[in-house]
């Protein structure tokens, strides 16, 4: 299962990790998202934020991984005003649902790398698949230009999706990353970018270590 990370988003932003399994080894894939507010965020309207943007991520993503990466949780902390935190935790179910057999390799991964307005040399925030299919893959390390294709169309609505939640006292959602650290000095407070668009890498990733150069 997934550790949430101990360093505080900004006030009123939010880390969710949604975290399964594949072939008994444990993976999750975490976001950040800023949240806009009309009054103090309640435990209901964050729970059933949480329960939109898990099903939400089931409905963008599960088409590109096959079933042997299954979902288990999606956990949530918002850092509140003040110094505080309310989490919330929804299990899930179910399970990728594209034909095929996975990649033998379980750390082979579909790249998704989203895109913000600023860039700092070392990468860029990414979000890695398991349960990859092997209908999918030329020559071991390439996607196929169909699956990238397929893939950057279901980012972008999963982004396009989940900036419209806004239950209850939560009036505003915008998807993207937090900046902890620049210059090497730690950011006080830190700073929220806004997800502009994403794409998708046509060579295979790894959660391990990358099989090379990327293309592009």
């Excluded at 902390?77 to 649902?97: D, F, I, R």
Aim: net charge positive; charged share 15%.
């Amino acid at each position: 299962m997934c550790k949430m990370a101990s360093r505080r988003g900004p006030d009123n932003s939010v880390r969710i990790a949604i975290s399964g399994s594949q072939n008994s080894v444990n993976w999750a894939n975490v976001f950040h998202a800023q949240l806009t507010t009309s009054s103090a965020i309640t435990q209901t309207d964050l729970d059933t934020w949480t329960t939109s943007f898990q099903a939400q991520y089931k409905t963008s993503f599960s088409g590109h991984q096959v079933a042997n990466a299954t979902y288990i949780l999606a956990k949530a902390v918002l850092y509140t005003p003040g110094g505080g935190q309310l989490t919330s935790a929804v299990a899930m179910t179910g399970a990728g649902v594209e034909a095929g057999t996975a990649v033998a390799d379980d750390s082979v991964a579909k790249v998704v790398s989203w895109l913000s307005t600023v860039y700092w040399r070392g990468g860029k925030p990414r979000t890695y698949l398991p349960g990859c299919p092997t209908a999918d893959v030329l020559n071991n390390v390439q996607l196929t230009a169909a699956s990238v294709s397929a893939l950057a169309t279901s980012a972008g609505a999963f982004r396009t999706a989940i900036n419209v939640l806004a239950p209850g006292t939560i009036t505003g959602t915008k998807l993207g990353f937090v900046s902890f650290r620049t210059g090497n000095a730690d950011r006080v407070p830190a700073v929220f970018y806004e997800y502009t668009g994403a794409r998708v890498h046509p060579r295979l990733g790894t959660q391990r270590r990358r099989l090379g150069k990327w293309l592009n």
